[in-house]
């Protein structure tokens, strides 16, 4: 059973046009964080969101984490092709009491491609 | 020198053969984990150790073993691989408030023909 969902699997763009990816789950998590990963790397850390509602920005990237802690999404404004790549999100899954035991579970992935 | 470093970066190995993935971390962090990627699948835990003392399997542990040499150290062994052990192979390493973010190594990609 997949606990994060992740939608699209594959995004193909053009440069310059705008994306959201999302991630979705039935669980509550206490944290949840966005990857990006480069063909023959590993995952590198984008950004971790832990309140209800949140919303942070990295240059053209902007992360929100749902209200109920459920759910995130990625946009990406005006798209470049060195934006392209397998985005990862990530959760740590709040079992109760607020204790998160450090552990993530991840989506499946989007692969995302901005062609020229 | 990376955060993270795994060896070796490729293999190739025959069914049946024993085979050890090597994870160092010079982050000083208690935390590592041993994830396996597979297309379509995202990434998939192995194994994870909190502490040199404490081991604990993940969600797909059968056929692998590990063992954490010392808080720098994390290993991982396929005692007799199968051919659908081939995937890409990640160690991270976090802190104790884990959930604020991994650091990965850059992967080994396992071939088991």
Request: charged residues 20%; aromatic residues 10%; contains cysteine.
């Amino acid at each position: 059973t997949q606990l994060l969902e992740q939608s699209p699997q594959f995004l193909s763009i053009q440069e310059g046009e705008n994306l959201t990816v999302y991630c979705n789950s039935s669980s509550v998590f206490s944290s949840l964080q966005w990857y990006r990963q480069e063909p023959g790397e590993g995952p590198v850390l984008l950004v971790t969101v832990v309140t209800g509602g949140e919303v942070k920005k990295l240059k053209r990237l902007t992360f929100q984490f749902g209200d109920a802690r459920k759910d995130s999404s990625l946009h990406i404004t005006a798209a470049q092709p060195g934006d392209t790549g397998l985005y990862l999100c990530a959760g740590a899954i709040n079992r109760g009491g607020g204790t998160s035991y450090g552990k993530l579970t991840f989506g499946q992935g989007t692969i995302l491609t901005v062609h020229p | 020198d990376a955060d993270v470093t795994q060896t070796p970066r490729n293999r190739i190995t025959k069914t049946g053969k024993r085979i050890m993935l090597e994870c160092s971390q010079t982050k000083g962090h208690d935390r590592m984990y041993w994830y396996r990627q597979d297309p379509g699948l995202g990434l998939r835990l192995i194994y994870y150790s909190f502490d040199v003392k404490d081991i604990n399997k993940g969600e797909i542990s059968d056929g692998y073993s590990v063992s954490r040499q010392a808080q720098a150290k994390f290993s991982l062994s396929l005692e007799s691989a199968i051919p659908n052990q081939t995937a890409l192979y990640f160690c991270a390493t976090s802190g104790r408030q884990g959930d604020y973010g991994y650091t990965f190594g850059s992967g080994t990609r396992l071939t088991v023909v």
